[in-house]
């Protein structure tokens, strides 16, 4: 690496941390954070803290409101955009306008007004924006790009792909920001973005329609009367952890404390809030039918409340077929229990916990083509956050994309394409109609025949 970049991060909450720790470890000799802003000095000053404790110089800590500031004052290489999805599009186009390079998280924006913004940003700045889809890095999901990219099975012509959030992961989008649409886009956009992408990147195409139904079906304070459940307590920290399914235990995690209960004086951002509280706007069930420009469909659900975690992906082409079936977690355990307040699955080890006999966690992938038996294709095993998905993307984004038959580093063009079927998706939950993409009149990029 010839030069170090330096880096401000904008949005400094839990998501931040793997990008503060790559940039105090692994990376640091490629890239060296120089500022933080947030709205709460807190959680700001404890990844500050932890930079310095690495070793490193101070960075300097900016209120949000100055985040324009920041990058005129600082004016640092890149911009690392981690804060709450409805707050991407403004600063990722503050940077660009600034020609500072920019590193979102997904979703880039939550609407066609703010996908419209960064495109036009883009149009004007010689900055570049890069979107951090690190589910194209976990190796089960290289492979089978990896075996549709090698012909396995023919001319892709339809894919169902199923995700399950169980009632821990899950239930986390409905205690939070994510649980109102005009903050997320509602799990279309906030979740379903990971999954567009993944499907876009697989069939090199884009999406051309889209059809929705869905609705707030399980969460939320209507269903709670309708099912006669007893109140609970606004914060699910006060409900009875003997009794109480959705209570998320933060105390019990130094990391979750010093981040969220320590710096809720500030703001009252309260992370664990009632997941059946009136004011809901966020659907936790879903159905999508949508159509892409090369011919395929793709038949959508997305399920926030399951009783396990993981994903079912089929995918037919003129050869054959292609199954990848994930069990992130085989169950939750009853009230208040065992692993549970490890919100994100993914970040379990393989296998944990008794009970799994029947649902054993773990990943198969198997291609069957015509005329043949099933195989099962063997998934390289990954080390780390996402299935050893976080690491290698990581690599790419500080050190420069590695050379990739896959093509895993996705650029602002996936991350519009990805949103707007979320956002096709949306309105389609208005308006009861088909979405055509195309009149949206965002630019999708080229499709694999262009
Ligand atoms: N790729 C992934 O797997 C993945 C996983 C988790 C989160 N994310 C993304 O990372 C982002 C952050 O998620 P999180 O779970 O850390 O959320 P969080 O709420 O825990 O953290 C967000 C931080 O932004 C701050 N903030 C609030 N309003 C702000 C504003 N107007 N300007 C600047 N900062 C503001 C908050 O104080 C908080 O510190 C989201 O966009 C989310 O989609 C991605």
């Not at 089960?140 to 821990?168: C, M, P, Q, Y």
């Not at 105390?251 to 010093?258: E, F, G, M, S, V």
């Not at 309260?270 to 395929?296: C, K, P, Q």
Request: hydrophobic share 40%.
């Amino acid at each position: 690496v010839s030069e170090v970049k330096r880096y401000a991060l904008i949005g400094t909450g839990h998501r931040a941390t793997m990008f503060v720790r790559a940039l105090t470890t692994a990376h640091k000799d490629a890239g060296q954070l120089v500022a933080l802003a947030d709205t709460n000095a807190h959680r700001a000053g404890v990844h500050a803290a932890n930079i310095t404790a690495a070793g490193l110089p101070a960075v300097a800590i900016y209120d949000a409101a100055d985040a324009h500031r920041m990058l005129d004052e600082v004016r640092p290489d890149r911009l690392i955009v981690t804060s709450p999805d409805y707050t991407h599009a403004g600063y990722v186009v503050a940077a660009l306008d600034r020609g500072i390079d920019v590193i979102s998280e997904k979703p880039l924006t939550i609407d066609a007004a703010g996908l419209r913004a960064i495109c036009d940003a883009l149009d004007r700045s010689t900055a570049d924006l890069t979107v951090t889809f690190n589910y194209r890095y976990s190796p089960r999901n290289a492979a089978v790009k990896r075996l549709i990219t090698e012909g396995a099975i023919g001319k892709v012509l339809s894919v169902h792909f199923e995700w399950l959030l169980d009632t821990a992961h899950g239930a986390d989008y409905f205690r939070r920001w994510h649980r109102h649409k005009e903050s997320s886009g509602g799990l279309l956009v906030h979740k379903s973005t990971h999954h567009f992408d993944l499907v876009n990147w697989w069939l090199a195409d884009r999406p051309a329609s889209v059809y929705a139904l869905g609705g707030l079906r399980f969460y939320g304070a209507q269903n709670a009367i309708d099912r006669g459940l007893a109140p609970a307590p606004a914060l699910s920290r006060d409900a009875d952890p003997a009794a109480e399914p959705f209570r998320l235990d933060m105390a019990a995690d130094p990391h979750l404390r010093q981040l969220y209960i320590e710096a809720e004086h500030l703001d009252g951002y309260h992370r664990d809030r009632n997941v059946f509280d009136a004011g809901i706007t966020a659907e936790d069930t879903l159905s999508l039918v949508v159509g892409y420009r090369n011919g395929a469909s793709m038949s959508y659900a997305l399920t926030a409340f399951s009783p396990w975690e993981g994903y079912r992906v089929g995918i037919n082409g003129t050869g054959g077929r292609i199954e990848l079936e994930v069990v992130e977690r085989s169950w939750v355990p009853a009230p208040g229990g065992g692993d549970a307040f490890i919100v994100d699955p993914s970040a379990l080890a393989d296998g944990h916990g008794a009970g799994t006999e029947l649902r054993p966690e773990g990943e198969r992938l198997i291609l069957q083509q015509l005329w043949q038996p099933a195989r099962e294709i063997e998934i390289p095993k990954g080390v780390g956050g996402h299935g050893g998905g976080d690491g290698a993307m990581l690599a790419d984004i500080f050190r420069g994309a590695a050379a990739d038959s896959l093509g895993r580093a996705a650029g602002y063009i996936d991350g519009v394409r990805s949103v707007i079927v979320g956002v096709a998706g949306n309105r389609s939950l208005e308006t009861g109609q088909a979405v055509d993409v195309a009149a949206f009149g965002l630019p999708l990029g080229a499709t694999s025949r262009g």
